[in-house]
């Protein structure tokens, strides 16, 4: 097939290579010139494991193409929406990025094609679109037929290229056959029984459902473990006997500093508002996101709670990984921001610390931009024993595997104090112990 892609972010840029690695010939646009430039001289402007040689290799058989204009439509048989939707101030999704790709489309197409949105986008955003695309032909005064198909993106950033090629489902909201046969063939390298169409308005809301549900387990988890906290017991293992039972299951269940990231929070607000506007209180999903605005900080407690058991100054402090989560370089809602920002501002009145050293593998560059290269408290690092030396307090806030692999004894010996604040419970509090360091970690 002849498929344009509207946004060459993650999702774009994931699913436009691994269409093409499918067979389709696939042009990304995207208006940010900067972007299509790196990516026509072979730069892949973000960190996806996996992507760069499936683009180099795409781009080489002439099965991959990126372009800043949107003229690839007119020969398109599908065009993907797949722009940003980021929160606005009331909490709701920011559609213009989606309705001036409509637009773009009313005013391109040239034969019958599908607009397929694979961004995430509140209920009904579909049946406004369709409106919006008429509106475009009938300024055309063209009658051209086409299709609005709903097909939300469920790629977890880090392992975006092997979700899509084994995805658990593909939803799609479908309103005609003409849209169901597309689909069909589109994903037709998947067994049937991984393909669910349903109507538009339930793709839409399985998107915010899916989310939510995951943000709630997530925080539920962190509640518990505040809990665990305070009684004795251990997060770590509740969470594994919980998630024994085969009706709840172990995903989303592992205790830990809040999540972040460009989806979780801001679909969880955007579910919300929905709620609002169909006078519908969404109150499991407010907990959830109440529950998480806490959680966001307690790095900063916990860091409190173990200076007060040694009898040094805390001057130097080490934050390790500050992605969103591992294998990406996804800042975006990062709880290494409030952390940094907390710190920053120290209301507790820590300080004064020398020094905050910063430590991630990939996502350095990404902090620099939000966190600002010029404050002198603040240290970047590209190498993980270089952000340690002399530091009293390590916090570990992503759990990269280069940090989980570190070795403790090497730790010990260039640190000149001795905490270490688990953000993620990546370490087993009895080894850590008996290497004589205070050890704080979430909920055990
Ligand atoms: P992103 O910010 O990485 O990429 C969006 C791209 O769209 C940018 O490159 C931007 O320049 C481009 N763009 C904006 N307006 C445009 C226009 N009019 N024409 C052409 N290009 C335009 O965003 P993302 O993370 O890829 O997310 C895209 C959508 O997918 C969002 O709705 C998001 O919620 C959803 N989603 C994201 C993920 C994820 O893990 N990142 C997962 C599932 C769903």
Redesign the pocket.
């Known amino acids: 097939m002849n498929i344009s892609i509207?946004?060459?972010?993650?999702?774009?840029l994931v699913t436009g290579a691994c269409f093409a690695e499918m067979g389709n010939v696939v042009h990304c646009?995207?208006?940010?010139d900067e972007?299509i430039k790196q990516l026509n001289n072979g730069i892949i402007p973000?960190y996806e494991p996996g992507l760069e040689e499936l683009v180099s290799k795409n781009v080489q058989q002439e099965k991959l193409f990126f372009d800043n204009i949107y003229s690839s439509i007119e020969f398109a048989d599908v065009v993907f929406c797949?722009?940003?939707?980021p929160p606005q101030e009331d909490g709701s999704a920011n559609l213009q990025?989606v309705k001036?790709?409509a637009v773009?489309f009313g005013k391109n197409i040239k034969k019958h094609s599908a607009f397929i949105i694979?961004?995430?986008?509140p209920i009904g955003t579909a049946n406004m679109i369709k409106e919006i695309i008429k509106g475009e032909l009938i300024k055309r005064e063209e009658d051209i037929q086409f299709e609005i198909i709903s097909n939300?993106?469920?790629?977890?950033?880090g392992e975006a290229i092997n979700n899509f090629m084994n995805p658990d489902v593909i939803i799609a909201g479908c309103e005609t056959e003409y849209s169901k046969i597309l689909i069909q063939s589109l994903y037709k390298k998947f067994d049937d029984s991984k393909i669910f169409i349903t109507d538009i308005l339930s793709s839409e809301t399985i998107k915010y459902a899916e989310n939510s549900m995951l943000a709630i387990r997530i925080s539920y988890i962190n509640d518990l473990a505040n809990l665990c906290d305070k009684t004795g017991a251990n997060i770590d293992e509740v969470s594994r006997g919980v998630g024994l039972d085969s009706r709840i299951g172990s995903k989303f269940l592992r205790a830990g500093c809040g999540y972040g990231g460009?989806?979780f929070p801001?679909?969880v607000k955007a579910l919300i508002k929905t709620g609002e506007q169909h006078g519908v209180e969404m109150r499991v999903v407010k907990a959830a996101e109440e529950t998480n605005n806490f959680q966001k900080h307690i790095l900063y407690q916990k860091l409190y709670n173990a200076a007060s058991k040694v009898d040094y100054p805390i001057k130097n402090i080490t934050i390790l990984g500050t992605s969103f989560k591992p294998n990406t370089d996804?800042m975006r809602e990062a709880i290494s921001i409030v952390l940094i920002n907390d710190l920053l501002n120290d209301e507790k009145k820590l300080g004064p610390f020398n020094k905050i050293k910063i430590y991630d593998p990939i996502a350095l560059n990404e902090t620099k931009k939000i966190i600002g290269e010029s404050n002198e408290k603040i240290e970047y690092c590209e190498e993980l024993d270089k952000s340690i030396i002399d530091s009293d307090v390590i916090i570990i806030v992503t759990e990269w595997d280069v940090i989980k692999n570190m070795s403790l004894d090497v730790v010990k010996r260039l640190m000149n104090g001795n905490i270490i604040i688990d953000g993620r419970n990546i370490f087993n509090r009895k080894t850590i112990e008996s290497l004589d360091f205070i050890y704080e970690a979430i909920g055990k």
């Open positions: 509207i946004g060459t972010g993650y999702v774009g646009i995207d208006i940010n972007k973000i797949a722009v940003g939707t990025y001036s790709v773009e694979k961004s995430t986008v939300p993106e469920f790629l977890k950033e460009s989806c801001k679909d996804d």
